[in-house]
C-alpha cells in the first residue's frame, strides 16, 4: 500500500481530528493556519491552495 505524502497526511489529520464533517473550504482554511503556525510543515508552503486541490 503506498503512503501518503505530506499534504495528503495532513488533510487526513485534520480529518481525523476533527468531531464533524468539515468542507473542503474548511480545511483549506485550517490547512492555512496550521501551515502558518508552524512555517509551511503540510507541505505546500509558499503555495495557495486550491479547493479542488484539497
Known amino acids: 500500500m503506498a503512503s501518503l505524502g505530506e499534504l495528503e497526511r495532513a488533510v487526513m489529520d485534520l480529518l481525523w481530528a476533527g468531531h464533524e464533517a468539515a468542507t473542503a ?3 483549506r482554511d485550517l490547512l492555512a493556519q496550521s501551515t502558518a ?3 509551511g510543515a503540510a507541505g505546500h508552503e ?3 491552495l486550491a479547493v479542488t486541490t484539497v
Open 25 to 27: 473550504n474548511t480545511l
Open 37 to 39: 503556525a508552524h512555517g
Open 46 to 48: 509558499g503555495k495557495d
